[in-house]
């Protein structure tokens, strides 16, 4: 056969792989539906936008990536965010907060090495002191600063932004989200509610009928203000 009878056919070929590919339903990932989870509006930053945008661009703020591997599987920013949200004791052992400056390092008991990626679990236990350290440093003009001081506060801008997004829709140690739905009136639940209101880094719930449209709730205030039913 010559090869311009071949082309057309092949293009046509090719064309029909990538049409039955994207007809294919994706497998869910460890129970989780990536692919609509991704797609669900949320408000942040004053825009409306995909909760995949909010994943990709905050791993990529932490990690400087938006992938990383982890126990042999690459997991992608929507995994990523879906543990960090629901799963905090797995968000908590993957690797994600890139350190390099061994004087960073040194405060979290840790040397230079080959790896340069740290879990938030190994982090916590120095969160105070490195906090102390950045408080210290950020009224210092950045271009003054030494190199452990911009490293230092960038580090704690970062804890920052992942404890924000792990206070979005349940605080950590608590009864978990359906628990808080089960149990608003409970005596114990204020503090925790007046966190999600207040700490959470994007709105996922839709603005209330008769709100006006950018009036997207934390969790926080849908629990405490009973819209939190069918959204």
Same mark, same amino acid.
């Given at each position: 056969?010559k090869l311009?009878k071949?082309?057309p056919w ?10 039955l590919?994207?007809?294919i339903?994706s ?11 991704g ?5 942040e ?8 945008s909010v ?9 400087s990536q938006?992938s990383f591997?982890h126990e ?10 879906? =543990?960090?949200?629901?799963?905090p004791?797995?968000a908590?052992?993957?690797p994600?907060?890139?350190?390099n ?8 008991g840790e040397?230079i090495s ?8 190994v ?6 002191e490195?906090q102390?350290?950045?408080v ?18 960038n ?13 979005t829709?349940q605080?950590?140690g ?9 149990g608003?009136?409970a005596? =114990?639940?204020?503090?925790r509610?007046?966190?999600l209101?207040?700490a959470?880094?994007?709105r996922p ?9 950018d009036?997207w ?6 629990l405490?203000?009973?819209a939190?039913?069918?959204a």
């Amino acid at each position: 056969m010559k090869l311009a009878k071949v082309i057309p056919w092949a293009a046509g070929l090719a064309a029909l792989g990538v049409a039955l590919a994207g007809a294919i339903p994706s497998r869910p990932v460890r129970g989780f539906d990536l692919d609509a989870f991704g797609r669900l509006p949320v408000l942040e930053g004053g825009r409306l936008k995909p909760i995949d945008s909010v994943a990709r661009n905050t791993l990529l703020m932490i990690r400087s990536q938006q992938s990383f591997r982890h126990e042999g599987r690459t997991v992608g920013a929507d995994e990523w965010l879906l =543990d960090v949200l629901f799963r905090p004791d797995v968000a908590n052992a993957e690797p994600i907060f890139v350190i390099n400056d061994p004087d960073v390092l040194a405060l979290l008991g840790e040397r230079i090495s080959a790896n340069r990626y740290y879990p938030y679990r190994v982090i916590a236990p120095h969160a105070a002191e490195i906090q102390r350290q950045a408080v210290a440093a950020e009224p210092i003009d950045p271009k003054k600063r030494t190199r452990f001081q911009g490293a230092v506060v960038n580090l704690f801008e970062r804890i920052d932004l992942y404890e924000r997004l792990q206070n979005t829709v349940q605080v950590p140690g608590g009864p978990g989200l359906a628990g808080e739905l089960a149990g608003r009136g409970a005596a =114990d639940a204020g503090e925790r509610l007046a966190t999600l209101a207040s700490a959470g880094f994007f709105r996922p719930i839709p603005p209330p009928p008769g709100t006006p449209p950018d009036r997207w709730l934390t969790v926080g205030e849908g629990l405490r203000g009973g819209a939190a039913g069918p959204a």
